[in-house]
């Protein structure tokens, strides 16, 4: 079974600059999840997604962060403009449903730096 | 709101020697505890978890959680420490209803050989 796919990798941009990662879930995985990362902490949840709805963006700054899953697999996660407090690991799970005790899989990061 | 702490953001353990690893949470309601390991480069791997029943949960790599309400504790246990265990560890708490993540701020376990 495939595992979370996550694109690019490694992002660097000067800050104001806009930037954009990619996710694609385990297939058949109904909810997704992105996390912020800062160094030295632990992930932070931003979005939840059940299909293509969102669950949960209380965590989200809606005024420069934004996130879409059209058709309820791929999702991105865009940041406009970007803050040097943006560096760090965006991580992007999934999990086959959204009961509490699902365990969420994750992909391996893009790790953004923020110039 | 619920949180976790872990004290300790770098452990140092001997090979062969015991690995322990403390997370305490804060939970008005009745908390789901998990264990995640995360290598260099790799993404998040879930240890274990504690829902409901047993106490004791056994996860993979020989690691083990015991929850204790009483002290609002979910630590974890590993008895011989292995060269391949060097990762960073986080403990996270959710519960019934809600399956957003909190999670700790980690530890760094490093394995001396």
């Known amino acids: 079974e495939a595992g979370v796919a996550q694109s690019p990798r490694y992002k660097i941009i000067e800050k104001r600059q806009s930037v954009a990662f990619w996710c694609n879930p385990i297939?058949?995985?109904?909810?997704l999840y992105w996390y912020q990362q800062i160094l030295g902490q632990g992930p932070k949840l931003l979005i939840q997604?059940?299909?293509?709805?969102?669950?949960?963006d209380s965590q989200l700054p809606k005024d420069r962060f934004s996130a879409e899953r059209l058709k309820g697999v791929d999702s991105t996660l865009k940041i406009q403009p970007a803050k040097l407090e943006d560096s760090a690991v965006y991580l992007c799970?999934?999990?086959?449903?959204?009961?509490?005790?699902?365990?969420?899989?994750f992909g391996p990061g893009t790790r953004l730096t923020v110039l | 709101a619920q949180s976790v702490t872990q004290l300790g953001s770098h452990v140092s353990v001997s090979e062969g020697a015991l690995v322990l690893l403390r997370c305490n949470y804060s939970s008005s309601v009745p908390p789901y505890l998990f264990w995640y390991v995360q290598y260099p480069n790799q993404g998040l791997q879930l240890l274990l978890k504690?829902?409901?029943?047993?106490?004791l949960v056994k996860g993979i790599n020989g690691f083990e959680a015991e929850f204790k309400k009483s002290e609002t504790s979910f630590h974890l246990t590993k008895p011989s420490a292995h060269m391949s265990d060097a990762a960073e560890y986080f403990c996270?708490?959710?519960?019934?209803?809600?399956?957003?993540?909190?999670f700790g701020k980690g530890n760094q376990v490093v394995v001396i050989p």
């Open positions: 997604f059940q299909n293509n709805g969102v669950v949960d």
């Open positions: 297939s058949g995985h109904a909810t």
């Open positions: 504690y829902t409901t029943g047993a106490t």
């Open positions: 799970a999934s999990s086959l449903e959204t009961t509490s005790t699902d365990t969420q899989y």
């Open positions: 996270a708490v959710s519960h019934y209803g809600n399956n957003r993540l909190a």
